[in-house]
């Protein structure tokens, strides 16, 4: 069973530009969250999406957006990008149904901000 | 507000020694703990995770002791090997609107030497 798949890994932005990131969940897993990893706040929760309804959202800029498909993919987009956006940007799913049910990650997008 | 406080930062054990690390939580409407394992270049992955119903859950050589009253609980590495040194994240997660959002800690660095 493949697992969550987040693309691009690795990508480098201008201050101001805008990014998208996409994520694949777990076939047959309808919730997908996003975290932010830095080295100085750690993992950070910044929105949920279940049938692609927001369902939870972080204490994050209204600078971060997200939307989930149909088929369950997700995009999170940054608009007019900072320094300080550069982070691991994690893509999590499950099942959904219920909580505490097993949230797996994928490898992230690494994104830097120059 | 940090809700979930995790400790120590990190952490040094020689081979075949116990690796202990601690968690202490907030918000009482916490109901499920898990603990997450991570890698250089990786995303986290899920280890082993408690709901505060039972005081002690074991797989292999890891165990999560769980404190209700003291709104603590922590993981136990049993003879800790090399492959074992990573990062491993504490996380909480619970309450009605927020069943699907996982607050973590800061994370501990586990180093284990040969």
């Known amino acids: 069973k493949a697992g969550v798949t987040q693309t691009p890994r690795y990508l480098i932005k201008t201050r101001g530009q805008q990014v998208t990131l996409s994520c694949s969940p777990i076939s047959g897993h309808r919730s997908v969250s996003w975290y932010q990893q830095t080295p100085g706040q750690g993992l950070q929760f910044l929105f949920e999406?279940?049938?692609?309804?927001?369902?939870n959202k972080g204490n994050f800029p209204g600078r971060f957006s997200g939307r989930q498909f149909s088929n369950s993919r997700s995009e999170m987009n940054v608009s007019t990008l900072e320094l300080g956006d550069s982070a691991l940007y994690l893509c999590?799913?499950?099942?959904?149904?219920?909580?505490?049910?097993?949230?797996?990650f994928g490898e992230g997008s690494w994104l830097t901000v120059v | 507000q940090q809700q979930v406080k995790q400790s120590p930062q990190s952490l040094i054990v020689q081979k075949g020694g116990i690796s202990i690390i601690n968690c202490a939580y907030e918000n009482t409407a916490f109901d499920y703990f898990p603990w997450y394992q991570q890698f250089p270049g990786k995303g986290p992955a899920l280890l082993i995770a408690i709901r505060p119903d039972v005081s002690e859950k074991k797989e292999g050589r890891f165990t999560i002791s769980f404190n209700k009253s003291a709104k603590q609980f922590s993981l136990h590495i049993m003879d800790s090997q090399p492959g074992d040194s990573a990062t491993y994240f504490c996380?909480?997660?619970?309450?009605?609107?927020?069943?699907?959002?996982?607050?973590f800690g800061k994370g501990t660095l586990l180093t284990v030497n040969p």
């Open positions: 999590a799913s499950s099942l959904g149904g219920f909580a505490g049910n097993t949230i797996y």
């Open positions: 999406y279940f049938s692609e309804t927001q369902r």
């Open positions: 996380a909480a997660s619970g309450g009605g609107g927020s069943n699907y959002k996982l607050t």
